[in-house]
């Protein structure tokens, strides 16, 4: 295999027969030691993480697919922390797509003046950020990557669509163990100028909480497989 990319939490590979190797990591976006999927840079490790994040990643990719929502995702083997998926364009040099059940960590630091945090945010809001680490992922807009010629508004509102429909498949299911899901970060690209679901669906990509008490990562693989 040839590494393509190395990324916070994952490294890309090629493979002879067109498609791509996705190994994981045992690092996780955060700050100061604390975990935070809304961080834009990889705040600390935490052993098993990355055969975690693939864990959770099968079982909603085999879930999306059981619901008719096409992915990049073809196989993986959880031992050696590796998912083969078809290869996929980014948009621009890569953009974020968050979408946000409720009001908190960069949402409130940004617009805490006019909400507080822990209030729902009805029908869920999505936002998109260019994945930039020397100007802190900016948002854009649609209309904004419209204009910049990074998608067409047509893909936009396709990706918009998948991103809701996809973060209530992963609530339901979340709901049915007890847990709430706060938010969810996820990464589109385009298969043979399709928009689809490419990277990961990670229990380090979303921000869920038992109660009042978020739950890390690696417990909430754990609580996501074993039921």
Same mark, same amino acid.
């Given at each position: 295999?040839?590494?393509?990319?190395?990324?916070?939490?994952?490294?890309? #590979?090629?493979?002879? =027969?067109?498609?791509?190797?996705?190994?994981?990591?045992?690092?996780?976006?955060?700050?100061?030691?604390?975990?935070?999927?809304?961080? =834009?840079?990889?705040?600390?490790?935490?052993?098993?993480?990355?055969?975690?994040? @693939?864990?959770?990643?099968?079982?909603?990719?085999? !879930? !999306?697919?059981?619901?008719?929502?096409?992915?990049?995702?073809?196989?993986?083997?959880? $031992?050696?922390?590796?998912?083969?998926?078809?290869?996929?364009?980014?948009?621009?040099?890569?953009?974020?797509?968050?979408?946000? @059940?409720?009001?908190?960590?960069?949402?409130?630091?940004? #617009?805490?003046?006019?909400?507080?945090?822990?209030?729902?945010?009805?029908?869920?809001?999505?936002?998109?950020?260019?994945?930039?680490?020397?100007?802190?992922?900016?948002?854009?807009?649609?209309?904004?990557?419209?204009?910049?010629?990074?998608?067409?508004?047509?893909?936009?509102?396709?990706?918009?669509?998948?991103? !809701?429909?996809?973060?209530?498949?992963?609530?339901?299911? !979340?709901?049915?163990?007890?847990?709430?899901?706060?938010?969810?970060?996820?990464?589109?690209?385009?298969?043979?100028? $399709?928009?689809?679901?490419?990277?990961?669906?990670?229990?380090?990509?979303?921000?869920?909480?038992?109660?009042?008490?978020?739950?890390?990562?690696?417990?909430?693989?754990?609580?996501?497989?074993?039921?």
């Amino acid at each position: 295999m040839k590494k393509i990319y190395s990324g916070k939490t994952k490294d890309v #590979y090629s493979l002879d =027969n067109g498609n791509v190797m996705l190994k994981f990591k045992d690092d996780c976006t955060g700050k100061d030691g604390v975990f935070d999927p809304g961080e =834009n840079t990889v705040g600390l490790t935490i052993e098993g993480i990355g055969k975690a994040n @693939l864990q959770t990643s099968v079982y909603y990719f085999e !879930l !999306l697919k059981a619901a008719g929502i096409k992915t990049h995702y073809v196989n993986a083997n959880v $031992e050696e922390a590796t998912m083969e998926v078809l290869p996929g364009t980014v948009f621009g040099h890569g953009l974020e797509v968050i979408c946000r @059940l409720v009001a908190t960590g960069s949402f409130i630091r940004r #617009y805490g003046e006019y909400i507080k945090d822990g209030t729902p945010l009805e029908g869920g809001y999505v936002e998109c950020t260019f994945k930039n680490d020397e100007k802190g992922d900016p948002l854009v807009t649609g209309e904004g990557l419209a204009a910049l010629g990074v998608m067409s508004p047509e893909m936009f509102e396709s990706m918009k669509a998948q991103t !809701l429909k996809i973060t209530k498949i992963v609530a339901d299911d !979340l709901k049915t163990i007890g847990l709430d899901l706060w938010d969810i970060k996820f990464e589109f690209g385009y298969n043979n100028g $399709e928009v689809i679901l490419i990277d990961e669906i990670a229990s380090g990509n979303m921000r869920v909480y038992k109660g009042d008490k978020i739950v890390d990562p690696v417990e909430l693989t754990k609580l996501i497989l074993n039921r």
